[in-house]
């Protein structure tokens, strides 16, 4: 962004002749660029997420075609390509359509009754319907083994940074895939990044500065690090379920005030600043508790207090209720 040319004079030729000037005058500024292990294993972590996203795509459209054969799956199991709904799935492949064969094949553990699977599994199955099906399903299975595949490679490239990813497991929300992949985009050198504040601008969780006139036109984050930041952004989210937490507590304060996504990005900002100096120094996380906030304002409350009773030539001395 910080080589883009005068708008209007956009052509390639034009391009490398603006870009040969400002390496010429040392004006362009060095990018990130990890050691070769940590490339070998960004692009693995990047390739295993392009492959669940292929097998959630496949999975929505074998309930589009379900749902065109008027078989309402979904509503009654969450996961239809688990253990019951892939034996669902598989008979009617061959051909069986019977409502209560099909319930059957179902395991104990689903919430739904039978009466309400029965009435899911009333529709008209054509074999257009079943060839579809069988097509996605055949995707989706060789999709999974090259994930396990993947999977497998990421556990023989993760040799050297074990230490790490263990260390990171320790924060809430950072499951040992979010792990995986916070050392895969950042590293485990953060000597790379001047200071927290430049990974958090690296990352995109930091707003941007647009002001003209003496007035701010927009304070809405940088589209950067599209592999890190929705990853970041799911691990928050799961930290904010986990009780008597400072990531929820944050998320919480913050919500209230400026809304839920603000306070998604400003908890996320937060793990990837624990990451930094956990990884940096070598320790693990030390939670702040879910009362950090309460005890911070209330001590700043009362120093308020006394230097506004200071002010008015009272003096005070204060003591523990």
């Not at 078989?71 to 359509?97: C, D, F, M, Q, Y």
């Not at 809405?220 to 930290?239: C, D, S, V």
Request: charged share 25%; with cysteine; net charge positive.
């Amino acid at each position: 962004m910080h080589i883009r040319n005068v708008p209007g004079r956009k052509s390639d030729m034009n391009d490398a002749t603006w870009i040969a000037d400002l390496l010429a005058h040392g004006l362009i500024r060095s990018s990130f660029v990890p050691p070769a292990p940590i490339q070998e294993l960004r692009d693995l972590t990047r390739t295993r997420r392009q492959l669940v996203h292929e097998v959630a795509r496949h999975v929505m459209r074998i309930q589009k075609i379900l749902e065109d054969a008027n078989l309402k799956l979904t509503h009654v199991i969450s996961n239809i390509v688990g253990v019951s709904g892939r034996a669902i799935l598989t008979a009617l492949i061959a051909g069986e359509t019977d409502p209560d064969r099909l319930v059957d094949l179902t395991r104990a553990r689903l919430k739904a009754s039978r009466a309400d699977l029965l009435d899911a599994l009333h529709g008209r199955v054509t074999d257009h319907h079943r060839f579809m099906i069988k097509l996605h399903l055949t995707q989706i299975d060789a999709l999974e083994s090259a994930i396990a595949t993947i999977e497998a490679r990421i556990g023989d490239a993760l040799g050297p940074f074990r230490a790490a990813v263990s260390l990171l497991t320790t924060v809430p929300g950072l499951s040992d895939t979010t792990a995986r992949v916070l050392i895969a985009e950042i590293g485990t050198d953060m000597s790379r990044f001047p200071s927290v504040g430049h990974l958090i601008s690296w990352a995109g969780f930091c707003p941007r500065l647009d002001e003209s006139a003496g007035k701010r036109r927009s304070t809405r984050p940088r589209q950067t690090a599209p592999w890190l930041k929705p990853t970041l952004i799911n691990a928050a989210w799961a930290a904010t379920r986990k009780k008597e937490c400072y990531l929820r507590a944050q998320f919480l304060r913050i919500k209230s005030r400026r809304g839920a996504k603000k306070a998604i990005l400003a908890v996320a900002s937060s793990m990837l600043t624990a990451a930094y100096f956990m990884l940096g120094d070598g320790v693990e996380y030390h939670d702040l508790g879910s009362r950090h906030f309460e005890q911070r304002d209330k001590e700043q409350l009362a120093k308020r207090l006394l230097q506004r009773l200071r002010d008015l030539g009272v003096a005070v001395e204060v003591k523990a209720a």
